[in-house]
């Protein structure tokens, strides 16, 4: 990266590619929501960054349906998903697991995590197709 005279370079300048490995050493679900929200760089380093990940975890987290359905959707390499509830309430209900079950990865996930989770009942984990 060049710079003009005495100016310092700006993160902004930074490769995609070089974004996607920073945020590939992020592992709190908070922590790519913030940066995702920087700019339109950061947003789609972001996303390829949680593209290639075998592991996803929002355990302990306040989120719903749609941010994690959002988030595993893109997700295509998943092997581990932990949506556990905890201190703060991951709360995915039936219809979110039933939405999750259309992701790309769900072939391959050799684990997922439900624990403590109150809102889901057998008719999430149990779907028949009419």
């Known amino acids: 990266m060049s710079t003009r005279g005495n100016e310092e370079p ?15 050493l992020l592992t709190p679900f908070k922590d790519l929501a913030q940066a995702s929200s920087v700019c339109g760089k950061w947003r789609q380093g972001v996303k390829e960054s949680i593209g290639g990940r075998e592991k996803l975890s929002f355990a302990g987290w306040k989120i719903n349906d749609d941010s994690v359905i959002r988030m595993v959707l893109i997700a295509d390499g998943l092997k581990e998903l932990d949506i556990s509830r905890s201190r703060w309430g991951c709360q ?39």
């Open 10 to 24: 700006h993160i902004d300048q930074l490769p995609i590619e070089l974004l996607i490995r920073i945020f590939d």
């Open 92 to 130: 995915v209900t039936d219809h979110g697991l039933h939405q999750l079950s259309t992701a790309k990865c769900i072939c391959d996930l050799s684990s997922v995590s439900l624990w403590g989770s109150t809102v889901i009942t057998d008719k999430g984990v149990v779907y028949t197709n009419p």
